[in-house]
């Protein structure tokens, strides 16, 4: 079943590129400002982002070209200490729009893949951003243990752009 320029398909196996990658740091920049900033918590975090990274499975296809996208996950990560934690059980859903990567044909209402952003505060102190995310993945919450188990690819700041963050086959 062809939809507008991609397939739809429970994954896609083309190659995620660079304009992918910016194309989808600029949706979870969007998505964070216009939803996750608009809320009283959220508002508190707005100048605290850290980096935005591609995790799971999209990171993964990223890496290896094989794994296929089902859907992207971007995770933002922000300087905690401030009082209340940036809301960890949040997920805010949005549409890559119309591609080659075609759409997931459970997601009804999407022209392509669905983006999924999520967001967690976490111990910044006098870390750089990659150092304190890497100690984050490493700590003892559920998700980072869950999210070392593929790779993670910086989305921004631009100095992180592309870059391969964490890979399990990696000595870190």
Not at 7 to 28: H, K, N, Q
Request: hydrophobic residues 40%; positive net charge; aromatic residues 10%.
């Amino acid at each position: 079943m062809a939809f507008l320029n991609g397939m739809c398909s429970e994954r896609c196996f083309e190659p995620l590129t660079d304009d992918d990658l910016a194309r989808l740091s600029g949706i979870a920049q969007d998505v964070l400002r216009d939803r996750a900033f608009q809320t009283p918590v959220g508002r508190r975090y707005k100048d605290r982002l850290i980096l935005l990274a591609l995790c799971q499975g999209g990171a993964q296809h990223y890496v290896d070209g094989v794994a296929g996208v089902k859907d992207l996950d971007v995770w933002a990560f922000f300087r905690g200490g401030i009082e209340t934690p940036f809301p960890w059980r949040a997920r805010w859903r949005a549409d890559f729009g119309s591609s080659r990567l075609g759409r997931h044909p459970a997601d009804d209402g999407y022209l392509g893949r669905r983006v999924d952003v999520m967001g967690r505060s976490i111990r910044a102190n006098d870390a750089n951003g990659e150092e304190a995310v890497l100690a984050w993945l490493h700590g003892r919450s559920k998700s980072g243990r869950l999210l070392v188990k593929r790779p993670v690819i910086g989305l921004f700041p631009q100095a992180l752009f592309g870059k391969t963050l964490w890979s399990p086959a990696s000595p870190s």
